[in-house]
Every structure is written in structure tokens, then in C-alpha cells.
């Protein structure tokens, strides 16, 4: 399991009203849970057919919410299953009045508060609703009752425990009555125990999904494309309008800890030679794209290699929904906006603000690295110019390879001529490959290109790394023109700049090995590294000094 999830012991039934710290066993002797607080208010239901096994428990909203996978040996399936506080009959009922009560009456006065201030109103109001109606419940009822207030006006109701387990990358809703499925970090593509039965719950849902991104859907309007505040990711389509098994969404869940480049050495995407690499070319201010599929960890391996942007430089990043996260003061992060009414001639809307229109405006803010979330219309003829003009650019690209990515960008809608391709320094080939590991993302491929052939209208490339499938390493492929520039740049010798990449991949390696993946935390120690290399050198020598001692 992940470091966010833990086991967790539940009573294996339902507790009594009179006692509920005490649950039988499947023995029929009491077990107490008093270890771990608060978890007698939800109990583990047993598993549906005894081909299921469980394979773990994890809390996701302790004392309520939990989930649990299990395998099924004979349909060879794994099943995600949303455990919450289970209702009697007359606490379902309670629930429902509640929520019809409380719609009507919330106003205004909430909107201004804070997720976690609209839970305290909420219980003060559940509680002054039982107590001035004489409604007299056990505190254990109460819990339950609040729990699905606050998971229905503050949380994202039935999936809300997709949304807050941070393993859940994608949340997909294909129709009515059609179990959700997610993309789990551990095991891919799970179906979950969670439905939308009812056709008009599910259609309220994508309502309300659009009010929290924003925007309107409906059925003149059924597409929803939008972000959270939370800064999730939506998709969406209203009733059957133009899905004919009912309103479907996809969420992508936004990380708020991105992935730095010790995740991609941990997770075994890249090695700390390579990474060690991109902060080198970070420094120097080469351009990079990264291609790869969908679900290949493009954005991911950007928002990584981004990290090592010097802390001085003015960073501009453009996207379609935020997924860049960076520590860096001096960012200003852009993303589209959607207009309203019909399109005029230009194909936009009024008030639509798209890619193209960000692209030019950033070359305004005169920033030293421009970051662009995905490149696929006419904003990369200009992001190719800011290149040329010695703009250090990052972005991503749907391509497997150099020879595709060029075609991309040579053709419609795109339609970048090639003598500026020869702008760009870098590019990178991610994959999501399987293997005896199960499914895995890896940097296939690390290339410079170095130039632009004229007779034979090619560009020329030197491959720096490329991935092993057969041992699962990383290869040097023997030489990169990034050392060279590098040495001609700062006049050192072969020997010199040898040293300071080993200096490089040490510190990558002690960040690795400490397992300090929090951006925050890394940001630090590149930031002093930046200031006084020799200083950070001493720092994370100092417990192997001592070991050898």
C-alpha cells in the first residue's frame, strides 16, 4: 500500500445502539476496537461471494469512510469498495429530510466559508434541527447522519471517498446503473462498488459537478469541460443527450503533492544518472518536450523536471487545467477560459481565452522559462518562435516517437515549419509499458536534437539515454552535446565537468535514498545547492562520513 493508507481494524458487523464499542466476531466473542477511535462507526460489511479475497484496508476518511479491495480468483477481477457508515431505516430518513430541509435554507451566508468551516455549520445545524424538534439520538447516530451531510453539501457525495483517496488517479462514470471505475496507483483499471442507480441522481450530480467548476450544463449544453477549486480535472456529459446509457463523467484527481524527480527514481521511471541530466539541462535553460500516450505520465515528468528551474528565473505555465504545481516565487500560472454564445467568425466565443491567446500574452511578461501544459494547435508556431528567441520552453505532446512528434507538428492544425524545430534542445519518449512488474511508466528514450540537415531537410539527434526492456536499466548512450555546450560554456575540462555531474547524481541519490519526495523539501536543498554547491556537498556527505567512522 501507498504511505497515505494504513490498516485499519473494523468490526466485521454492524454494533449495537447499546453497545456500540463491541461487535461479535466470527467466533461470536466481543471484540473490543477501542485501539483505534472511532472506527465502530462504520462497520466492514463481509465480502460479497467467497471467491473474493481480501487484499487490503485502507482509511480514507478516518473515523467514516474506508476502502477495500479484493480479488476475485475465479473472474480473476480486482473489486475497489467504498465502505461508509451503514443507516438504519430511520436514520436514512432522518438524512433525507435533512438534505431537503438544509437546501432550502442554506444561502448565501455559506459561500464565503472554507470546506472545513461549512462542516461545522453544517453540524451546528443538524444538531439545532434534533434539539428544537425534541429528536433524541445516540452520539453514534448523530456521527452517521452528520458524515453524509457533510460528504453531500461539502464533499462530492458518492464518490467523495473516490476523490479523497490519493491512490485514485481517474474516476470514470460510463452511464446509468453501471458500476464506476477508477485507476487505482497499485492496480490499474478496478471496478468499484459505487452506482448510480437512478437516472435523475446521476443527471443532478453532473449539475452539480458543473457548479463546482463553473459552468453550465444542461441539455442545450451537455458537455461539461471544467475544473474543481481543488483543481480536479472534469469531463462530462448531461442526460442521454449524447450518451446513450445515460450522463457519464471522468475526473482526474489533482495532485496536491507533484511528483518530483525522486518519484520518478523510486517508481524506477528514470535513473539518478538521468535525473541528475535533466537538472543540468534545467540550469542551462534547454527546451524540452516530452511525447508519450495517453496515461504515459507526461505532465508528471514535467512538473518534475520544472523543479530544478533555477529559483531567480520567471516562469510562466499555460494550460488547459492546472496540473503544474512549483515552490518557484516567481511563477505566474495561466489557464484557458471558456466563452459564452455562439462562436463568431475567429471560431471562439465571446470572452473565450484559448492557448494561442496565453502563449502571446506570456511573451509579454517577459519570463525566462515559458511551460506550456500540451501543445496541439497554433500556439506552438509561437511557442517555436519564443524558442528561437531564446525562450526556454517545456511542454508535452500525444506522439511515440521523434519522427511522429515531427509530423504532428509539421501538419494541420499545427503546422510549425521544420527549420524551427531546430529550436528545440530536448526531447523525451514516455511509455507505459508491462512487465514483470505489472504496468510501469518509463522514460524510454532521452534525445538532443542537435541540428538541422538542409540538403536532406532532417533533424539530426543524438540519443543521450535509452531504456533497457529486456533489464530494466537505463543505458548511456556515450555522449551528450549538453556537456559539451556546457564545457565551452564555463571553459571546463572533461575531468571538471565530470566532477560536477557525479556532484549532481550524488545529491539526486541522497534525495532518493532519504526517499524525500516532498517538493517542498527538495525545492530546499536545490535551492541551496544553487547558492552554495560546496555547503550542500558537505551536508549530505556528513552521515557517511560518520557510518564510516
Not at 472534469?234 to 450522463?247: D, H, L, N, P, S
Not at 512549483?326 to 470572452?351: Q, V
Not at 526531447?427 to 511508466?441: L, N, S, Y
Not at 542537435?450 to 543521450?464: A, K, Q, R, Y
Request: charge should be negative; glycine fraction near 6%; hydrophobic fraction near 35%.
Amino acid at each position: 500500500m501507498g504511505t497515505a493508507s494504513f490498516r485499519v481494524k473494523i468490526p466485521r458487523t454492524a454494533p449495537t445502539e447499546s453497545n456500540p464499542l463491541a461487535a461479535p466476531n466470527a467466533a461470536g466473542a466481543a471484540e473490543t476496537t477501542t485501539d483505534v477511535p472511532g472506527t465502530f462507526i462504520t462497520a466492514m460489511p463481509p465480502l460479497a461471494e467467497t471467491e473474493m479475497k481480501e487484499l487490503e484496508v485502507a482509511a480514507v476518511n478516518p473515523p467514516y469512510s474506508y476502502s477495500r479491495i479484493s480479488y476475485n480468483d475465479r473472474t480473476k477481477e480486482y473489486l475497489y469498495e467504498v465502505i461508509e457508515p451503514q443507516l438504519s431505516r430511520h436514520e436514512q430518513e432522518l438524512v433525507t429530510h435533512l438534505k431537503s430541509t438544509l437546501a432550502k435554507i442554506l444561502g448565501s451566508e455559506t459561500s464565503t466559508l472554507t470546506a472545513g468551516e461549512k462542516k461545522s455549520y453544517l453540524r451546528g445545524e443538524v444538531e439545532e434541527y434534533f434539539r428544537t424538534r425534541q429528536i433524541t439520538l445516540s452520539p453514534l447516530s448523530t456521527e452517521r447522519i452528520v458524515y453524509y451531510i457533510q460528504r453531500d453539501f461539502v464533499g462530492y457525495g458518492p464518490i467523495d471517498a473516490l476523490i479523497l483517496d490519493p491512490l485514485v488517479e481517474d474516476i470514470s462514470c460510463d452511464g446509468v446503473d453501471v458500476p464506476l471505475f477508477i485507476y487505482h496507483g497499485h492496480y490499474e483499471s478496478v471496478k468499484t462498488s459505487v452506482v448510480f442507480a437512478d437516472e435523475d441522481t446521476l443527471n443532478s450530480f453532473i449539475v452539480a459537478l458543473g457548479q463546482r467548476c463553473g459552468k453550465a450544463v444542461s441539455v442545450s449544453a451537455p458537455i461539461l469541460d471544467g475544473t474543481t477549486p481543488e483543481g480536479h480535472r472534469v469531463q462530462a456529459t448531461y442526460a442521454r443527450e449524447i450518451t446513450t446509457r445515460g450522463a457519464s463523467f471522468t475526473i482526474r484527481r489533482f495532485k496536491e503533492k507533484p511528483f518530483t524527480p525522486v518519484d520518478l527514481v523510486l517508481t524506477g521511471s528514470a535513473s539518478e544518472e538521468m535525473i541528475a541530466y535533466f537538472w543540468l539541462a534545467a540550469e542551462q535553460g534547454e527546451s524540452l518536450i516530452i511525447c508519450g500516450g495517453p496515461a504515459a505520465g507526461k505532465t508528471s515528468t514535467l512538473n518534475a523536471i520544472a523543479l530544478f528551474i533555477p529559483p531567480t528565473s520567471k516562469i510562466v505555465s499555460i494550460e488547459d487545467t492546472r496540473e503544474v504545481n512549483l515552490p518557484h516565487e516567481n511563477w505566474i500560472p495561466g489557464a484557458t477560459r471558456s466563452g459564452t454564445g455562439d462562436r463568431g467568425p475567429d471560431g471562439k466565443a465571446a470572452g473565450e481565452v484559448d492557448m494561442f491567446d496565453l502563449v502571446r500574452a506570456a511573451l509579454r511578461q517577459r519570463p525566462n522559462y515559458i511551460i506550456v501544459g500540451e501543445v496541439r494547435g497554433k500556439e506552438t508556431y509561437t511557442m517555436f518562435q519564443a524558442m528561437a528567441t531564446g525562450h526556454t520552453t517545456y511542454s508535452t505532446m500525444h506522439a511515440d516517437s521523434v519522427k511522429s512528434m515531427v509530423n504532428r507538428l509539421e501538419n494541420p492544425p499545427i503546422n510549425t515549419p521544420r527549420i524551427l524545430l531546430s529550436a528545440l534542445n530536448n526531447v523525451i519518449i514516455q511509455i507505459q509499458a508491462r512487465t514483470d512488474k505489472g504496468v510501469v511508466r518509463r522514460l524510454k528514450q532521452v534525445l538532443e536534437i542537435v541540428g538541422f540537415e538542409p540538403e536532406t531537410n532532417e533533424l539530426i539527434t543524438n540519443t543521450v539515454y535509452e531504456w533497457d526492456p529486456g533489464t530494466d536499466k537505463f543505458v548511456f548512450k556515450g555522449h551528450s552535446f549538453l556537456f559539451d555546450k556546457i564545457m565551452e560554456l564555463k571553459n571546463l575540462t572533461h575531468d571538471e565537468m565530470d566532477s560536477e555531474f557525479q556532484r549532481r547524481v550524488a545529491v539526486v541519490h541522497y534525495l532518493a535514498d532519504a526517499k524525500i519526495n516532498d517538493y517542498r523539501q527538495l525545492w530546499k536543498l536545490v535551492t541551496g545547492y544553487y547558492k552554495d554547491p560546496k555547503e550542500v556537498m558537505e551536508r549530505i556527505q556528513k552521515p557517511v562520513a560518520a557510518g564510516g567512522a
